[in-house]
C-alpha cells in the first residue's frame, strides 16, 4: 500500500502593523485543514511600496521551488499596497478586510475609515489594568506569596508544570485579570487536603489537570531522568491533585489537549467575566 503523500503549503499573513489580526484569521481558517501542513511567515509593518515590494522578495524567496500558488492573509489597508502584492505574487490573496468591510458598507450604509493601523479607541484603563494583572501575576506565581490572596480575581491550582503559570500570564495580559496560582505539592498529599487558605477562598480557585505521560515528557526536559519527572510519580502527583480538587468540589479542566486560550475562554465562562472591556 502506497503510502500517503503529506501536502505542504506556504502560508503569508502581511499586515501593515504587527500582523496579529491576519495571524489569527488565517490560523483559525489554516487550522480546518489539518492534513495539510502550513509553513508560514508573517510579515508586519508593510505601509509603503517599498516595503510591499520587499515583501514579494521575501515570498519568491521563500517559494520560487514551489508547484503550489502560497496562500496570502492581507490586513493592509491601503489599497495601493494591497494591489501590489496581490497582483505580483502569483499568490491565493484573502484580503482578510474586503471580505468583512465590504459587505459591512454596503448593509450600513457608510463607508470605513480605511485607516492604517486602526483599532477602536485606546483604552488607557484597560491598558493599564492588564499592565498591574502582569505585575500580579509575576508576584504571586507558583505559591511564591500565599497572603492576600483575595485580591486575586482567580487562583489556579495544580500540580507541577501543567501549565498554571502561562495561563495566568495570558489571563492578565488579555483581559486584566488578576491571576495567582498554587501549586500542589506533596506536602498537601501526605495531608490529603489543600492548604486551609486555598479552602477559604475556593470560590475563586479553579484547577488545571493533565494527563500524566504529557506531564513527564514536559518535566523531563526541566530535570531529566528525575523522580519528578518519572511516569509513576507523575500518574501519583495527578490522580492525587484530581482527588484533593474532587473532594473540595472545585472546577478544574484538562490541559492535556486543549491550548491555553481555550481554558482561559473556559475559566471566562465560569465567572462571567465581560470579555470585550478591554
Known amino acids: 500500500m502506497l503510502e500517503k503523500k503529506i501536502q505542504k503549503r506556504k502560508a503569508f499573513f502581511i499586515s501593515d502593523k504587527t500582523g496579529i489580526t491576519a495571524e489569527m484569521l488565517g490560523h483559525s481558517i ?3 485543514f489539518d492534513e495539510i501542513i502550513f509553513i508560514e511567515k508573517t510579515i508586519p509593518f508593510i505601509d509603503n511600496e517599498e516595503k510591499a515590494f520587499n515583501a514579494l522578495d521575501t515570498i519568491y524567496e521563500m517559494t520560487r521551488d514551489d508547484t503550489d500558488k502560497p496562500i496570502i492573509f492581507s490586513t493592509l489597508v491601503d489599497k495601493n499596497i494591497s494591489k501590489i502584492i496581490q497582483n505580483k505574487s502569483n499568490a491565493i490573496f484573502l484580503d482578510c478586510f474586503q471580505i468583512f468591510i465590504a459587505p459591512l458598507e454596503k448593509e450600513l450604509g457608510v463607508s470605513s ?10 483604552n488607557n484603563t484597560g491598558y493599564f489594568k492588564r499592565i ?3 505585575n500580579f501575576a509575576l508576584q504571586y506565581d507558583d505559591g511564591q506569596v500565599s497572603r492576600d490572596l483575595s485580591k486575586a480575581d482567580i487562583i489556579l491550582i495544580g500540580v507541577s508544570r501543567c501549565g498554571k503559570t502561562p495561563t495566568c500570564l495570558f489571563l492578565a495580559m488579555q483581559y486584566g485579570i488578576k491571576a495567582a496560582n498554587y501549586p500542589i505539592i506533596p506536602e498537601d498529599f501526605l495531608n490529603d487536603r489543600l492548604p486551609e487558605f486555598i479552602i477559604k477562598i475556593k470560590n475563586k480557585v479553579f484547577g488545571l489537570s493533565i494527563d500524566p505521560q504529557q506531564l513527564s515528557q514536559i518535566r523531563e526536559k526541566r530535570r531529566p531522568n528525575s523522580e519528578y519527572a518519572s511516569y509513576s510519580n507523575c500518574i501519583f502527583e495527578t490522580q492525587s491533585a ?3 480538587m474532587n473532594k473540595e468540589k472545585i472546577t478544574f479542566f484538562d490541559m492535556t489537549n486543549q491550548s491555553i486560550e481555550e481554558i482561559s475562554s473556559q475559566i471566562l465562562q465560569n465567572i ?4 470585550n472591556q478591554f
Do not use: D, F, M, P
Open 272 to 275: 462571567n467575566w465581560n470579555r
Open 242 to 244: 484530581n482527588k484533593l
Open 113 to 122: 475609515s480605511h485607516s492604517i493601523g486602526k483599532v477602536r479607541s485606546v
Open 132 to 134: 498591574e494583572a502582569v
Open 30 to 32: 489554516l487550522s480546518q
